[in-house]
Structures are given as structure tokens and as C-alpha cells.
């Protein structure tokens, strides 16, 4: 259902194509991006190139889809893109892959060198490029509404971002008081440290949102001690990743001692939810939260009172 | 040779070191996420098989965690000493021969290539065999033209580590995936013991026995390469061959290690040197104290590792190298200054 009503909102026919919704917005656009910088866009750009799966994703849900002419190589969702030119990734990304498809918009994103490697050579070619960060859920639908207003899709972008925000809302407003508390883990232990999703990352308050909140709540790192995961003794532990992974975590010594391992609540959640700050985040925090409030209505008040009173999340 | 020639092995120094790896192993199991006290910590052996969370914690996830630290670091200490044994050189440690390199290269491929194997026996076998294979690589590269010298072996070694560690950056960037995958590398690079199951232990306990049962009939030659090739020959020990053999099992010392512990880095450099002002040069008494010094030492800092920061975790191999460089350099400049 949620992927149906993201399609919906892909195809609905917010501005009639490239062409109108551009026309009636007077150009040039000057937009601030993520980091502050101050953007004048000439025209409404036809040749978008989105760096990382997320900024895709972005992009595509404004119905760009059409106008964009190259992703890296982890960009795998929508279907749609995976056939466009590559510009890069594994191994970074090519100034001169990105310069042949002649961009008039590069989307990028502060992670694997693209901010350093690209800013600098394409504004000397005269490429506008906009940086999105992704503190949070919040600033994951602002950078629906800051794409919008890149590429004429002013309208789409906020029509977007609100239907999401509605989804988020009605999530927000079916949340019990008493919130179960997660722990998740984003990547398999390689040598006896564990991964986390810190609360203070968009990961983090899509878990809030969602309905819990953290029983680790002081992280300096992502890694986390894994005797600290197992003496906060969550509700319920998340694992971002596969099912065999999360197996083979279940047999390592001591986390057996888990409440969440011993009563069936060791989830995996889907990474592309969780992990790409994109549109299907959203599906993310709905799943979550439907199966979170099963555990608040399984285990009453005494599963999610036990677990460290003293670090409940506002 | 030094003063030390004569000695036997000096049985109250080693009661010492063995005090001083108990009051280590005690600091493991006490510090951590949270601190127990030791009144605590009796009450968790005594209840070993109850319910309560704190007991089953320290016992099931600490303890066997604390006595893997303490033998991984009892092997960088023995693999430390056979190294700067071999190359005379103070400067020698255990990573010298490209072990680190091929090591990172097996786990790279451990933790990013789905292989279908269970996860944690692959990551340590593959370690092993990249520690080992990398020694046999430079020992191969060297020993083409004949006899390879100390000088030959180091460079060898210097070229083969540049040439895995460039090896390992390429796996690292084109088989990670694009979001958590490469943290998980960068971890264990820098060291960390996970806690083993029984079974995990009590192999490790045996390659930690059996590293010092290979390790300590090495103790005449390496006494004798210390004497320089010419008196050693004179002794009978023909000194290439001896080093060739003295760098294997020293290479499989260490990459046992490595297997359980990842890069740790700087006890293999520190705890032999500790271990010679404590007690002399003579290799038979040399290992064993290298062995405890080592298992002290890194049973401190997987501890501090564990607690300074909770409820994160500090890569192992940083502490090390924290905590044993300042404390390391206070020794030197004391000696130094006698």
C-alpha cells in the first residue's frame, strides 16, 4: 500500500510534464542547499544527473525521472534508473563521465568524496550542483521541496513532501504513549563491535517516529560496545539486513541474553528503508511502526516499562 | 653478551608478571560498560547458572571476551619477541613481514564477499591464511636469489606490505556496498577481540599453548643470532635456515592473533622490550614473559577499550597504541636516563 500511494504520487500529474509548471515559475531561480550555499539555477534544468541512491530516489518521486541523464552505480531503485548512464561509484566518480551527459543539475550529497571531487570542476563548467544533507526525516522532505524548486517542480515538490508528512502524521497520532525501546543494528559485527543507529541520524528519528525510542541513547560512534546493547536489553532489536546475518549475530555469545532475541522480537528491517534517507523511508517508519504497536499491545505495560526508565526519548 | 648470561629463569619475576596479568585480567573483567565491583563479580561466579542479567552477562559475554584479549595479546608478545629475535632489531615487530597486509586482505574478503560460510570462523581463517601467506610471500620474494640477508627480508617485507595494503584499498572500495559495509572493514583493521563461544576459546587456548611449545625450542637459536651469524655458525646453528624457520612460526604466531583480534597494534613492538629490561635477553625466559606482558597489556586496554567511552566501543588497536606509546616512551626515557 505504501509503495502503491508513493507510485500514485510519482505519476500524478502535478505539473504536465516538464515543460509547464517550469514555465509558469520565473526563472532564474536562486535556491540555499543543504550546507548553506546560495544556488542560481538559469533554467529549469533538463539534464539532471542525481549522485547516490537517495538523491535519486528524490528525484524520482518528483517525477524526474525523465530528465535524468546519469546515476552511479548504487543507484538500483526505481526500476526505472538503473538503465541510465553511469557517472561513477565504487571506486568515486568520473568528472569526465558526468561532463559527457552535458548536466544542467548535479544533486550530490556529502558522503564518498562527492562534494570534494565534483563541486569545484563542474561550478568551473558551469554546472550548478546542490548539496542535500539528511539530519533527519524532516530534512529528508525538505530536500523534496528544495529539488522542487531546482527544477520548476516547485508545486510537485511540496505536494510530495506533504502527502508524505500526512503518512508521518497519521503514524504520529497512532503511537501509544508508552514507546517499546530499539536498539538497531546497521551492519553484521566484524570484530565484536556493533554497528548502531545513532539517535541523533536520520535513521535514528525514523525509529522515533515510528513508535520507540532508544535504549541507547549516549552514543559518541556507531559502534557501539556489544555488552552495552545487551545490558540496555531492548524491547525490540532491529536489525538492518539480512535474515541469515541477523541468524548468525543470534548465535555469537551473549546475545542470547537478550529479551528482544528470546521472545521474538529480533526484526530485520529493510536497508533501502532505513539506510537510503529517501521517499521510502516512509514505508520504513509505517511497517515499523505497525509491528511496534503489536508489541506494545502483546506485551501491555511491563515490556516496555522495564527497559531503563531513566532514558526515555522526548 | 649481557650481564643477564647466567641467570636461570628468575622465578620471582615471573610470579610478578603473573600477578601483575591476574590484577590485569581482574581490571577486564571489572571495567566495561558498566563497572562491577569485584564483590559483584564474585557474586556472578557463584551464580553462574541464575537468571540474573548482570551475572549472565559478565560470565557469558566478558569473561570469555576478557581471556581472548589476554591470549591474543599473549601471542602478539611471543610473535613480538621471535621477530625482533630474528632481525636484531629493536625496531622489528610482528607485522613486519606484510603479516598486517595479507591479514587485512583475507578479512577484507570475509566481511564484504558473501561467501555462504558462517561468518565469524571464515573471517578467522581467511586472517590466518592472509597473515601467513603474506610471510611466505616475502620470504619467496627474498630468498629468489639465494640467501636473502636481514636487509633483503625487511625490504622485501616493506615492498610486499605496500603492495597488499594497495591490494586491500582496491577490495575495500570495490567490493563495499555503498552505506555501513566499509566502517566494518575500517573497525577491524584497527583491531577489536570479539567474544568467542567455547569452542572459539578453547581453540584459541590451544594455539596459544601451542605457540609457546613451537615458540620456545627457537629460544637457543635466536640467543645465538644475537650473537651475530659468525659465532652462531661457530655454535653449529646454520643461521639462514634458522631464520627462515624462526620467521614462520613467528608469522603463525601472529596470525593466529590476528585471526581473533584483527590489527592490534603496538603490544607485539612494546612487550618484548618490556619484557627484556624485566628480565634479560635470554629467549627462554624472553617468550614466556613477552607472552604475559602481552596478555596483560591488551587485557587492560580491551578493558579501557570497553569502558571509556559507553556505551560506543573504541577500536581495540587504538587504545593500544594510546595507551602503550605514552607508556612505552616513560620507560624509554627512564631507561634512556639510567
Redesign the interface.
Known sequence: MPLLLAAMAWLAPGAGGAGAAAARQPWPVQVTDGIGRQIAIARPPQRIIPI??SNAELAAALGLSDRIVGVEA?TRFPPELTSKPQIGG???FSVDAIAAQRPDLLIVTPARQAMHQLIDPMTRLGVPVIVLLARDVGEVLGNLRLIGQATGEAAKGEAVAAALQARLDKVAAMTPARRPSLVML????????A?IARADTYTGDAMVRAGGRHA?V????????????????PDVLLFAGRGE?LE?LKA???WK?LRAVREGRAWTVT?AEF??PGPRTVDGIEKLAARLRGVTMEGGQAGAAAANPGQDQP | MTPQTGRRLQPRRFLLLALVLAGALLFGLVAGHEWASPARLARAFANSGGHDMTSQLLMVWRLPRVLAAAMVGALLGVGGAIFQGVFRNPLAEPYLLGASGGAAIGATIALLVPLGLPGGPVLAALSFLGAWGATWLVLGAAGLQGRPDTAGLLLAGVAVAAMLGAVRSFLMLALSDDTVNLQVVLSWTLGGVQTPDAGGLAILALLTAGALAVSLPLARGLDLLGLGDDQAFAFGLDPARFERRAVLVGAAVVAAAVAFGGLVAFVGLIAPHIGRWLIGPRHRALLPASALIGAALVAVCDGVARAALPPAEIPLGLVTALIGGPFFLILLMRRLRA
Open positions: 547516490f541512491a548504487y565504487r571506486l568515486g546497521t551492519g553484521r559485527p566484524g570484530n565484536g563491535l554497528l541507547l549516549r552514543s559518541v560512534v556507531a559502534q557501539a560496545s556489544p555488552e552495552a546493547v545487551i545490558a540496555a536489553d546475518d548468525a555469537q555469545p551473549g541474553l536497508r539506510l537510503i
